[in-house]
């Protein structure tokens, strides 16, 4: 008879409110009991939208509610490695939201307690669970492009955030690009080695006022031979473009943009096709269940979430590294960051 | 304060809990009250699985429930005409699969009901709501194309369904074109005034032997000069073939089939990308969602549903010009058909 | 050592001039001797352009000529099946822009003497040679789809032609669609049975005034069970619209247009590429080069031609089959034709 | 009346044949007199084979022949500075191979003399003339994408070239990625400022084993904010893989490889297209007869080339910088470079 995962969920805010609705209406094996959220508004309105039993103003009443197998953390950046530290004693498995933390030595003290605890924590890098990412990365495993030896990532938002985000956002490598240094160790399969950064404002500069940078490209050196390169834009002005593509010494393996539908227009001027997706919402929305789905089957079968504590921790000291290059304008090592 | 539409749910088959599940868990405004199945067990099951209150093994406790505002019909098309005449006199609002019946009597009388009665009766032609077909109409309409003038339909089942299926369906054309008349007219916005069809058995003897074919041609020509053909086969082996192309005055616009990634793999031997999704269930779920969302809204806001009675009919007329003409070899205008 | 054909050049209109200069500068194994028009100007002028020795009003010079090995017959459609009996009989090998005759009588006497004096005889169909269609051929030779099941060929002209010549050409069946037939027959590698056509005039009712079509489908019936359309148009706006589908058992081979470029243009709009090739010099260069190579090697490697005299009869039966079930509304067996 | 320029060809190899070739019989506007080559017995195969007047062993009976108006350079890289040298002391104008010398003090000469004697010097940067790319550049100089933020340029040979051409070729920067600092500077419209590189042994170690890298990355800062990337394989499996992107405020342009034809296949297990085009010849034959075209019209129109002895310096400078890059593991400015 098959077992639930009884869930609580931390953080009613946009992410937390689609994770509730996933884990409620389309993961038949989890059930959510209770929802936390400082705003208690928030978290009392969700749960009365979806039908879950209780809402909390105070995150610890979901961690000392013994029922409570796992916590879906979702809450602010500055509180993850607390939490999950404090959910690692209750004996919760986790799943946070990245990043972990801007901070090595916060994630390392959080990723103790998980291992001291042997609770499982899984990290949301949800675009693994994307059907196009995980493609190339299975038909990588299947040897169908033989050794991987150039990666290129296209990863660029339709529009840049509100600036007031992009101030406390830890700037572009940590905030944008930390997606991509997930990605790139996630395809290939190995660790990076070495980073060179250029990075610039083209799009606003408020953007340059407030410290970052909105466009910018970053070189990996894998430690097993791959070169990549992944480039970045706060504003493409045709969609979420995400792409990527892998060149081996037998193939190349690559994907273009989802799109709402198939239709292309012929007229006496040019042949069109619509935009590719506009939203992250609406291009990942599988993937966000897909990783919820596999989280919640680790606990049921005991195995080893998909993306671990060292997956949350190698793309901050990647972003850190990048950060670095472009302030010194010169390639960073790895292990120069501690 | 939103208001809910309270259904109930006749047949508990495949298309029944497809349309049972989406009502629960995607369609906020709908509540599901009672499923009823002349197999009790499979009605039982399913509002088990679904949290639905009550299971019935006759459909008429649905109909006499008077709290039950509207009923989806997913029972053998053999009954379709008969519960929607009594749904109608219990004063629901009806969405009905396809086909209405194989009998034009059976389907005049039963619409004769609807009407009389005034309540909203909505056919399952769910193709319309699917984003290609609905973006393929929205683009004519908008005079993209200009005036159409020659409109093709393809659509290949991946795999004949079982001969058993196949000695009932009505045939093909009735069973499978069926949708692709209904499509024809939607695209269009026109009624077709004569059809030619040809048809031979190439993929199984058996269809043959059971008096059906397999593999059909039908030419349509449209009261407004619209030319247009349909191809149809039960098997494309590399998946669920679904396109349209409409050639107007102004350009053309057509749809490619979807996929499940846009992922492109370059080799010493080809580029390959992956098949057409493959099941109908898969290929077509957003729009069986949208087709029940449609007709809920339609309830509430008291509007026409978007394919009505007159929608359920012409398809059985085309299918049955169809047929006359592949067995007669020659054009069969609709006004032959009685 | 290399041997070369000496050739005369019978008509120095477009094509024969287009012919003119590929057989000098493109085909090292051909050397032209002579062109003849009636209008000797334009056979001059040609002649000096590309350095063609003689020039001539009367096409019989080229004939008497005993150093001309073979004829490329350029000249208006009413002169081919005379010119081509008179070359026969003066023991030239002969290739003739199609279509041979729009009279079945005079085909049957040009093709027999031709058979009599054991000359080769190659006919203009070109689009053999593309790169597209040869490819469609060649894969489902090797079997890449198995049985074929269904064809579609697509077939739009970027604009209709002068109304003076809608009214010489014998109507779009025998002067547009006859390219289609003959390669329906290439691709399927099998006769027609039996067709039905519908057509009318969308484009320009000058057209219909001219007692032609401008729009038309016309369905194929072929022995070997496969079931075929064709679609023209005289316009479309796009460009010069040249697509074939076939469908088979074990799969499906289809092409696409021909474009100038491979560019994708994103922007806040659409994603355009451009469009398709828009004339047919353009589109089809390479395969008027090819054909006249092909006609050079079965000279010098005395083969037969790869588009021989019933290639260049049979799509006149099926224009005229096609022209009938037009003007009756019924299918038409290719054996009613005489 | 047409004027002609008439022409001498220095070097009888495959580009000095192709270009011969191009002269004579598809660009009116050119008369080949004579073609030289220190193999006699190849230039007078070549002259034999394509009705040139003359052919000589060596060059300087070219640059003596007071007829002679233009030359085109196609001997070894090592004489291209010293001819131009010549030429231009003997008032002819120039077309010249890329690159014009792997010396910067030998090119700034060669330079000089073409100004001080007002000769015309055009390079074979021959991409610059193939649809694809011209098309890009056309579409950003006509404001499509806005402001360009980010190139990215792949380009892949299929196969390596004998590994002692690669010991004599100046290695991959100067021999390959030239044309890709070329494209750069041509696509962006302005100059590069800084470059970094990355560079591996990847294919074959014997290119090691010659002190070259097979596959690099080269990353370039331009003066005006774009930033870009080329990567570079000796070796892509699959074909010719040249394909560029260019990212803009106001969308993005780019183009996908040319195939040899338009066909896709469908089977039951995958969705095939034909591999790219695999050779250069054939990949850049339009582009071939493009730059010559131009060249030839420049000369009768007296306009300045369109690839002068600036952009024949550019690339060479591009490439020792990226070259002092990969030995120093740091970005290199090119004002480093003298």
Redesign the interface.
């Known amino acids: 008879m098959a077992e639930n995962v009884i869930v609580g969920i931390i953080g009613a805010g946009r992410i937390g409110r689609l994770h509730a609705e996933h884990l409620v209406?389309?993961i038949p094996r989890a059930e959510v009991r209770v929802i936390s959220d400082i705003r208690l508004d928030a978290a009392k309105q969700c749960a009365s939208?979806l039908g879950i039993a209780r809402a909390e103003a105070d995150y610890r009443k979901v961690l000392e509610d013994k029922s409570i197998r796992a916590v879906v953390i979702c809450s602010s950046t500055d509180t993850h490695a607390d939490i999950i530290t404090q959910a690692a004693e209750a004996g919760k498995h986790i799943f946070c939201e990245k990043p972990i933390a801007l901070d090595l030595g916060r994630i390392d003290a959080a990723l103790q307690t998980v291992e001291a605890r042997k609770v499982k924590l899984q990290i949301g890098f949800n675009r693994r669970f994307d059907?196009?990412f995980r493609?190339?990365r299975n038909?990588i495993r299947a040897g169908?492009?033989g050794?991987p030896?150039?990666l290129?990532i296209t990863s660029?938002d339709p529009a840049p955030p509100p600036i007031e985000y992009v101030k406390v956002s830890g700037g572009l490598f940590l905030d944008m690009m930390i997606h991509d240094f997930d990605m790139a160790r996630y395809l290939i399969g190995g660790e990076v080695e070495e980073v060179?950064a250029?990075g610039?404002v083209?799009?606003d500069p408020a953007i340059g006022v407030a410290g970052d940078v909105d466009?910018?490209?970053v070189?990996l050196?894998f430690k097993n031979?791959v070169?990549g390169?992944i480039?970045n834009?706060r504003?493409?002005?045709?969609?979420y473009?995400q792409r990527v593509e892998v060149?081996g010494?037998?193939?190349?393996?690559?994907?273009?943009?989802?799109t709402?539908?198939?239709?292309?227009?012929?007229?006496?001027?040019?042949?069109?096709?619509?935009?590719?997706l506009n939203f992250f919402m609406e291009r990942y929305i599988d993937s966000y269940i897909a990783e919820l789905e596999a989280f919640v089957d680790c606990i049921l079968e005991d195995r080893e979430p998909p993306v671990g504590g060292l997956d949350g921790r190698m793309p901050v000291v990647l972003g850190m590294a990048a950060r670095l290059s472009l302030e010194q304008?010169?390639?960073v090592a790895l292990s120069e960051i501690r």
């Open positions: 209406h389309r939208e059907a196009n493609g190339i038909g169908k492009i050794e030896h150039i290129r660029r060179f250029l610039g083209r799009i466009t910018a490209i070189t050196k031979g070169f390169t480039d834009s504003q493409a002005v045709f969609g473009d060149f010494s037998k193939g190349m393996i690559a994907t273009e943009n989802n709402p539908n198939r239709i292309r227009v012929s007229t006496a001027h040019s042949v069109q096709e619509d935009l590719p304008n010169r390639p």
